[in-house]
């Protein structure tokens, strides 16, 4: 998946963080197809942090797309892997990140950008 592809629907909008990672291959999938299913694997998972929306993306389905209040609000917790905003009309909310599977390099360039 290109990264122009994922972010034209929200081409209007400021990026502020994107992080795109090949998706793993899953055990059960390893053992049925074996290094086949690892070779042929084109899923992606993402994360999108534009200036109005928080974007996840996992194996190329949109698990999650919600509105924050402003970038400022954002707050990253590397402990468990989960970002804390507020949400113009539920106020505050927590997006786990732990399907993401976050390196440390991804985790220090969130912490630089949110922080």
Not at 39 to 66: G, P, S
Request: aromatic residues 10%.
């Amino acid at each position: 998946m290109d990264k122009e592809i994922i972010l034209k629907p929200y081409s209007n909008e400021k990026h502020i963080l994107f992080i795109d990672k090949k998706s793993e291959v899953g055990f059960w999938n390893y053992q049925m197809f074996g290094l086949f299913s690892f070779l042929l694997n084109k899923k992606r998972d993402c994360l999108i942090i534009t200036e109005n929306r928080i974007i996840l993306i996992i194996e190329n389905e949109l698990v999650t797309e919600i509105e924050h209040d402003g970038v400022l609000n954002i707050k990253f917790n590397p402990l468990n892997d989960s970002i804390s905003f507020n949400h113009p009309i539920k106020n505050a909310q927590a997006l786990s990140l732990r399907s993401l599977r976050l390196t440390y390099d991804e985790i220090q360039k969130i912490k630089n950008v949110l922080h």
